[in-house]
């Protein structure tokens, strides 16, 4: 249907679409005249894949890293270190930033802020397109072509400024434009969160139907449990700039392993008048990413929290011990270390076997 | 009739127009009543008039660029008749509210204590002293941990969780009969949401007053109301106990709202949706204002204004499916 064709696949199904290696972003703050220099962890040691096809939902509280990931993904701002691989390929070396912005496009939560103001509709969905060399007119036929695509009638909208719409029909026009360099993978920081209910399940359901006629993969980050569960297939759960908990999405609902998930998922209202949340999971609020606390960084609010939660700060492990396969449940807590030194480990021996 | 006790809150046919560039039908005709005690969700989308609603009940609307209309009594008072003096002592005295955003509520400039002891001082003439010791006690009773350093503290030295818990204890300061509750966990992170609620919950029930706690969540209405009223487009649509609106609600808003959670949907299958989006509000509403979205309209929902029906006491469905009573799957 494109003017513009999508990359070519290369690794074939089994290499992941995006791998993310040891990504580290720091922001060194103050250090003014008086000021004592300090960093912002913002993330740090972050690693994971994202395979062909899948939605990966990434959850967290404010603070906690998503969205600096999600900029660092896109290669909107430089990284402290780290390596980030698309299809197996090294943006900047192997595949040109240029490549690597058509196969790769976002969604943002602020749909006014996200669209220029003095484009129409039309022109905006157009803009992308026009920059990778596609002509005027065929540009403008695809955006029309998008705009059916993503539920918004071409001959009553193309015209229209960002103004003029509501905010469901402005998050329409941006999902048509990071779909208009027909890329493979489309970040989406919570791009529905500022949306009424009723028409946050209208974006979600348009969501499902591209994913499956264009054959995309999803980054869905979020801080609304209920969605993520809903569109994610994996689930990756961030702490203080840190990676907690990843893992099939059922698994990681029915058996979290780490304390933080099984905190976030209590703190959810329940839906059942006669459910009502009794005692708050969790005390107090998220600490602040400067200077985060040493060892385990949640260990500061974790009720489970031994001598070796402040010291060694845990490596993230399978959830069931020895279980190697690509998708595994994985959780970076003592408790599932076997020989950790926790007194709720199981034992080194189990896996020696 | 006759010994049916005046209730704290009485609101009766509130209109409000907002004026100027273009105007805005923000309520079209909201009556509304709240007992001693009572918790009372006003749920709603963005633009529903819930917010507008509550300030009205505050009289916290621009003067000169809003039209309003109907009657608005708490605690017997006429508060749309009232001179600024009067106002003035009805706020933060018999009503108090709390908003979404703390970090704007508070003021940057002085610390919390001051801000407490300042509230109290107006309200109940007390010395500086007392006043101190008042809001000392009160940031014990919203739990903030080591509440005597933080009297004075400045908001821009707490957390997002920390300023909420202050804003509360400055609004129930004196003791208010009425708090009315802006969204007040919606900026907050999941784990923080639900400390403020569990604590808004307690205290609610500690100090015996009623709360209109306004939403767009409904799981957050859940947490912490006793009764419910749906707003749609500047009109209460649907009211009930909590448990009526979730298990059997009965307007087509209400009941296409609860159908399109994703809470427990199934992964990959669709979500059921209201098509379309709320309408504009520029024109004050002539018929029904759902019916353009609305799987069930007839042909009179779109020339005349849905009838107000009566199902039970404090049990009101403005929609002509529930004329006749419809069985709920």
């Known amino acids: 249907m494109s003017t513009i064709e999508p990359l070519e696949d290369l690794g074939g199904p089994a290499q992941p679409l995006l791998a993310v290696n040891s990504l580290t972003k720091h922001f060194p703050i103050g250090g003014g005249l008086f000021a004592e220099k300090k960093t912002v962890r913002a993330v740090d040691d972050v690693s994971f894949a994202v395979a062909k096809g899948e939605t990966l939902g990434i959850v967290g509280e404010s603070g906690c890293g998503k969205s600096t990931t999600a900029r660092l993904l896109m290669h909107l701002m430089p990284r402290t270190s780290g390596e980030i691989l698309f299809d197996g390929q090294v943006v900047g070396y192997s595949l040109s930033m240029r490549e690597f912005r058509r196969g790769m496009q976002m969604v943002f939560q602020d749909s006014y802020a996200s669209l220029n103001p003095r484009l129409t509709i039309e022109d905006s969905i157009a803009f992308g397109p026009k920059v990778h060399g596609v002509a005027d007119k065929e540009a403008r036929a695809l955006a029309r072509e998008l705009m059916g695509k993503v539920g918004l009638r071409p001959e009553v909208f193309a015209n229209r400024y960002p103004h003029e719409v509501s905010g469901g029909q402005r998050q329409r026009v941006n999902i048509a434009r990071a779909l208009a360099l027909n890329p493979r993978l489309v970040i989406l920081d919570e791009a529905v969160s500022a949306l009424d209910k009723s028409v946050e399940a209208q974006v979600l359901n348009l969501l499902t139907d591209l994913k499956r006629e264009f054959g995309l993969t999803y980054v869905f980050i979020s801080h609304d449990l209920n969605v993520v569960r809903y569109i994610s297939d994996r689930v990756l759960v961030m702490y203080l700039g840190q990676v907690v908990e990843v893992g099939p999405v059922d698994q990681v609902w029915e058996a979290p392993a780490h304390p933080y998930t099984r905190a976030l998922l209590a703190a959810m209202p329940a839906l059942d008048p006669d459910k009502r949340t009794e005692t708050p999971p969790l005390s107090g609020d998220p600490p602040n990413p400067i200077d985060p606390p040493a060892g385990c960084r949640f260990h500061t609010r974790c009720s489970f929290a031994e001598e070796v939660c402040g010291r060694v700060g845990p490596a993230l492990s399978p959830a069931t011990p020895g279980d190697t396969a690509p998708d595994a449940h994985l959780a970076a807590c003592h408790m599932v270390i076997p020989g950790s030194g926790h007194s709720r480990a199981p034992a080194a021996t189990e896996v020696a076997a | ?329």
């Open chain 2, 1 to 329: 009739m006759a010994a049916v006790p005046t209730p704290l809150v009485d609101i009766r046919d509130l209109t409000i127009r907002f004026t100027g560039e273009r105007t805005v039908h923000a309520v079209n005709g909201v009556s509304l009543s709240l007992g001693e005690g009572e918790v009372l969700g006003l749920l709603g989308e963005s633009g529903s008039g819930k917010s507008v609603t509550m300030r009205a009940l505050m009289r916290l609307l621009p003067k000169r660029r809003s039209v309003i209309s109907g009657s608005v009594h708490v605690a017997g008072q006429d508060v749309l008749a009232m001179d600024d003096a009067t106002l003035s002592d009805f706020r933060g005295r018999t009503v108090s509210m709390i908003f979404q955003e703390p970090a704007l509520a508070l003021d940057p400039v002085y610390t919390i204590g001051r801000q407490i002891s300042e509230s109290v001082m107006r309200h109940e003439g007390a010395s500086q002293r007392d006043a101190t010791a008042r809001a000392l006690e009160m940031l014990e009773l919203v739990r903030i941990p080591s509440a005597k350093r933080r009297l004075d503290a400045y908001p821009h030295e707490m957390s997002g969780g920390m300023r909420q818990r202050a804003m509360i204890a400055l609004a129930l300061a004196c003791r208010p009969k009425i708090l009315l509750a802006d969204e007040p966990t919606t900026a907050l992170d999941a784990t923080v949401q639900i400390q403020i609620l569990l604590l808004l919950r307690e205290l609610q029930r500690e100090m015996g007053m009623s709360v209109i706690f306004v939403t767009h969540d409904i799981g957050v209405a859940i947490e912490i109301c006793d009764k419910v009223a749906v707003m749609y487009a500047g009109q209460i649509v649907e009211t009930g106990t909590l448990g009526e609106i979730v298990r059997t609600p009965q307007h087509p808003y209400p009941r296409g709202l609860l159908a399109s959670t994703v809470h427990g949907a199934a992964r990959g299958a669709r979500l059921e949706t209201i098509p379309g989006t709320p309408p504009s509000l520029d024109k004050a509403p002539v018929a029904c204002s759902f019916a353009p979205r609305c799987a069930f309209v007839q042909p009179r929902c779109t020339t005349a204004p849905p009838p107000l029906v009566h199902l039970g006491p404090g049990r009101d469905v403005r929609c002509v499916l529930a004329e006749t009573p419809v069985p709920v799957n």
